[in-house]
């Protein structure tokens, strides 16, 4: 299965410069946990609920006055749609992270966002296993192009 066939396409987004209460109504509105974080068509980063609670209300700085850019997870870590569903699920265990933004084949354009969630739609064990390594990131393999249930032996 490859990544666009599990991956919620059209991701809503934010501006880097909207408030961090703009963009938390928005995930209310849409129900959702994330949003990209784009400048025209180019992401700029991830921001998630968590990133507004840890990054800025744990900070005690107003959500109407707090930008995006200064509770946005910065690193950007992609696939691309046509890669395999299994392969980007290692490539979240090795990067600990729970979504993983989904460029087009040109890697120019953000067409999609592929989480945890969305995997455990197609494939509960996949999901299970991103789970396990996205919450004790030392146990990642952090090696190979294999999943980690199939890496050789040291």
Do not use: F, N, Y
């Amino acid at each position: 299965m490859l990544v666009r066939d599990a991956m919620t396409q059209w991701p809503e987004s934010v501006g880097p410069d909207e408030t961090l209460q703009t963009a938390a109504r928005r995930m209310r509105e849409l129900g959702v946990g994330a949003l990209a974080v784009c400048l025209e068509d180019r992401v700029l980063g991830i921001l998630t609920d968590r990133d507004i609670v840890v990054r800025s209300t744990a900070e005690g700085v107003p959500p109407a006055e707090a930008t995006v850019r200064s509770a946005m997870t910065p690193q950007v870590i992609d696939c691309c749609e046509e890669d395999d569903l299994e392969i980007a699920a290692v490539r979240m265990s090795e990067r600990a992270v729970r979504r993983l933004a989904v460029m087009d084949a040109a890697r120019e354009k953000l067409v999609g966002i592929l989480s945890v969630d969305d995997i455990a739609l197609r494939s509960p064990e996949l999901a299970g296993e991103v789970v396990e390594h996205v919450r004790a990131p030392e146990r990642a393999v952090r090696h190979g192009p294999w999943p980690w249930w199939e890496a050789p032996e040291s």
